[in-house]
Nanobody, 126 residues
Framework: QVQLVESGGGLVQAGGSLRLSCLAS????????MAWFRQAPGKEREYVAA????????YYGDPVKGRFTISRDNAKNTVYLQMNSLKPEDTAVYYC???????????????????WGQGTQVTVSS
């Protein structure tokens, strides 16, 4: 069983920055393919970014390309999401997700992930 705990959400003005963290339990975090998703009120969950086990490759959804950066520290069992140039449309609950089976070519699909955190709220005011 893998437990994921997100933190770092909050209220920020448009144009500002936030860094989200996701702490994972387990001794084999370095083998997990990790991702961030988000869900805005009244909308379906949306893929944000993903990162390979070593951190050597990253993948981004079109709405966040050039503004968000996903990274990980395997020594700390943590994956991060640095969010810059935030917009009101980035307002959502942000979830981290883990796939212990490793890389998936369908990394943008939430069904590929086995474990989810409880989410952290990000609110961007205009």
């Amino acid at each position: 069983q893998v437990q994921l705990v997100e933190s770092g959400g909050g209220l920020v003005q448009a144009g500002g920055s936030l860094r989200l963290s996701c702490l994972a339990s387990g001794r084999t975090f370095s083998t997990y393919f990790m991702a961030w998703f988000r869900q805005a009120p009244g909308k379906e969950r949306e893929y944000v970014a993903a990162i390979t086990r070593s951190g050597g490759s990253t993948y981004y959804g079109d709405p966040v390309k050039g503004r968000f950066t996903i990274s990980r520290d395997n020594a700390k069992n943590t994956v991060y999401l640095q969010m810059n140039s935030l917009k009101p449309e980035d307002t959502a609950v942000y979830y981290c997700a883990a796939r212990p089976r490793g890389f998936s070519g369908r990394y943008y699909y939430e069904g590929e992930y086995d474990y989810w955190g409880q989410g952290t709220q990000v609110t961007v005011s205009s």
